[in-house]
């Protein structure tokens, strides 16, 4: 190895120090903890890292390291019981101190994106500490339950369900391990919405609140703020935003979807709906800049959004929508596909346009029959969605958020079926 190459990893190994060191001296001004390392000692311990594996490397033997560990953890160890014996307990700064150590040697084993991925972690980690214990805070109980149901159900039954088809068409869309991973991908992208509207807050902006709490269920969003404007009729705008935004966020979450599991559906869909979420963040512009908020809102009811039963529920839908969409299209063609994809677009966008990018990628149906109908789909539920605002909201917000109701059809349909 040049000499050159062997400065450049202990470079790397020093500025990881420094950088995670710095913000262990911030922090220091935060708290009146003493400071066990700073910028100095961590870039040493990195450096010390990295010389541990050279000097284990140039013997020929690992102990030489192991040696060297041994006798950093020691140091490390001596320290925290000296901290310890005053009631300080914490073991943070200790275990970022050791991992820098760790940081240094895989630097000189040249694994250099690693080392520098593993450093930047270590500080975002520690930079968190005040943001983790305002979301703990947040948390209830049903929230850490729920967590724990999706992580046994993902990592348990998902590995145990049969990765194959049963039946002849149109039956032969069914195959279980599919299906649940399907209930695993929509479950992921709610609870990363909803553990964002933990951490920021439900009272960050009515309009903020609208969009993260799109990514949980847009019809939620647009039931809750469409009550609230009975009662607060001069808040009619902002809760307009608000809703807006959550169909927006649907739109984005179809073409997420269709990204991730046919990317060449994606090539004919974003056009559509990508021109209809712009047609909603467009509006919800117009709302911003004219919305003006006043006093507080109540905060936004969402429920933890994993749980078994919805969990079944939509594995079930999931499921029956296939075979009927498999089976319209047998039966009629193209327009059985438009039918089922419109009766599924009532109730929810997810469970459809999962199934049609799954057709679409086996050949069950064409591509530009698919686009057309999550299309369709997406704009069926959002008249569904617009007609709860307009039957259930006080008249101010149904003047508010009726023109951006037509603007969204027109834009997602033209788009769709007429160019």
């Not at 009631?87 to 991992?99: R, V, Y």
């Not at 032969?172 to 990363?192: G, K, Q, Y």
Request: charged share 15%.
């Amino acid at each position: 190895m040049e000499t050159r190459e062997i400065l450049t990893r202990f470079g790397l190994s020093v500025v990881i120090g420094i950088f995670v060191g710095l913000q262990r001296e911030v922090a220091k001004k935060k708290s009146d903890r003493a400071l066990f390392a700073g910028a100095r000692t961590l870039a040493l311990m990195g450096l010390a890292g990295c010389a541990a594996a050279l000097t284990a490397d140039l013997a020929g033997t690992p102990w030489i390291f192991v040696a060297m560990a041994l006798a950093t953890a020691g140091f490390i160890a001596i320290s925290y019981y000296v901290s310890a014996s005053t009631g300080d307990i914490g073991l943070t700064s200790e275990m970022a101190a050791l991992s820098v150590f760790l940081i240094g040697a895989l630097a000189y084993w040249g694994q250099l994106e690693i080392a520098a991925a593993l450093g930047v972690a270590i500080a975002v980690l520690l930079s968190l500490k005040l943001g983790v214990r305002r979301f703990v805070g947040r948390l209830s109980e049903q929230d850490v339950l729920a967590t724990l149901k999706f992580a046994v159900i993902t990592a348990i039954v998902l590995p145990l369900l049969p990765n194959r088809t049963f039946g002849t068409a149109p039956l032969d869309v069914l195959n279980p391990r599919n299906i649940w991973l399907m209930v695993v991908f929509i479950s992921a992208i709610s609870f990363i919405g909803y553990v964002l509207i933990k951490m920021m807050g439900p009272k960050r902006g009515v309009g903020l609140t609208g969009l993260l709490g799109g990514l949980v269920s847009s019809t939620a969003v647009t039931l809750s703020f469409t009550e609230r404007s009975r009662e607060h009729a001069d808040l009619a705008r902002p809760f307009a935003l608000a809703i807006t935004a959550a169909w927006t966020m649907m739109f984005a979450r179809v073409l997420v979807e269709a990204a991730l599991l046919n990317p060449t559906l994606l090539r004919e869909l974003w056009i559509p709906i990508g021109g209809a979420g712009i047609v909603g963040l467009l509006y919800c512009l117009y709302l911003l800049l004219f919305a003006k908020e006043k006093g507080e809102t109540d905060e936004l009811s969402l429920k933890a959004p994993f749980e078994l039963a919805p969990a079944v529920k939509f594995a079930v839908a999931y499921g029956v929508i296939l075979v009927l969409s498999r089976g319209a299209h047998m039966l009629l063609g193209d327009a059985g596909v438009y039918i089922s994809a419109g009766v599924s677009g009532i109730a929810d966008v997810d469970a459809i346009t999962l199934s049609l990018a799954r057709m679409a990628s086996a050949g069950s149906i064409d591509v530009e029959t698919a686009s057309r109908a999550v299309v369709l789909a997406a704009m069926v539920n959002t008249c569904v969605k617009g007609g709860m605002v307009m039957l259930l909201g006080a008249a101010t917000i149904r003047r508010s958020i009726l023109p951006g109701i037509i603007g969204i059809l027109a834009a997602g349909l033209s788009l769709a079926f007429l160019f």
